[in-house]
């Protein structure tokens, strides 16, 4: 059964600074994997999904990178802003359902 | 941004009563989801679709049961609800199994 985890839980950055945000899973066996952004309240907004083939996708100041092998995946953020400030959970699909298996989230405060 | 609406948007109801809960698409897309979101275990698949009258369960189907009848439309449906059901509801979509799932904005359901 695929396990997806998210680390750090929470993490809180000043404005400006640039961060990396980690995602790791147990069956390197994925076709792609998704990051979202999920505002208060709000539902879930795709940022990028980057197919297994692929190692890196960028989408401004985004870049998502993917390491089957290790099961690992990043998203890095350069130049942070307040309005970054969210939680970002990254999925996979699997099964014959393609269903998505979601971690658990990072809640990110980026500090004025 | 996809176009996904979900109604209603928030619900109150009662024990016992029965619910269903609207996922429409304008994006002709050909899979469906239904996940609920719930602290401490993230998103899960309640059910979902491959096509019209094509549906199935997903990890958490237990007391929920699903129709799509047409291909922008796909219905969840509590049918007694208990307040374990309390939660937030996202509808999904996607063009093919391994592409890209685009979310709603969520349906918030508390049941007293």
Request: include cysteine; charge should be neutral; hydrophobic fraction near 30%.
């Amino acid at each position: 059964k695929q396990e997806v985890t998210q680390i750090p839980a929470a993490l809180s950055v000043p404005e400006g600074e640039n961060l990396v945000l980690n995602c790791s899973f147990t069956d390197s066996a994925i076709y792609n994997l998704q990051w979202f952004r999920q505002d208060p309240g709000k539902g879930l907004t795709s940022l990028l999904l980057i197919q297994s083939s692929q190692r890196e996708q960028t989408s401004g100041r985004l870049n998502a990178s993917l390491d089957k092998s290790s099961g690992r995946s990043t998203l890095y953020i350069a130049a942070s802003q307040p309005g970054d400030s969210a939680t970002y959970l990254c999925a996979v699909p699997g099964g014959s359902n393609y269903k998505l298996t979601f971690g658990k989230g990072t809640l990110l405060t980026v500090n004025p | 941004d996809a176009g996904i609406t979900q109604s209603p948007r928030h619900k109150v109801t009662e024990t016992g009563t029965p619910v269903t809960l609207r996922c429409h698409q304008t994006e002709n897309h050909r899979y469906m989801y239904w996940y609920r979101q719930d602290p401490g275990h993230g998103l899960r698949l309640i059910h979902y679709s491959y096509g019209v009258k094509d549906t199935d369960k997903g990890e958490v189907s237990d007391g929920y049961s699903v129709s799509r009848s047409k291909t922008e439309d796909f219905l969840l449906t509590l049918e007694s609800a208990t307040s374990s059901q309390t939660s937030v509801y996202f509808c999904a979509i996607s063009l093919s199994g391994l592409y890209e799932q685009y979310f709603g904005p969520g349906t918030r359901l508390t049941v007293t």
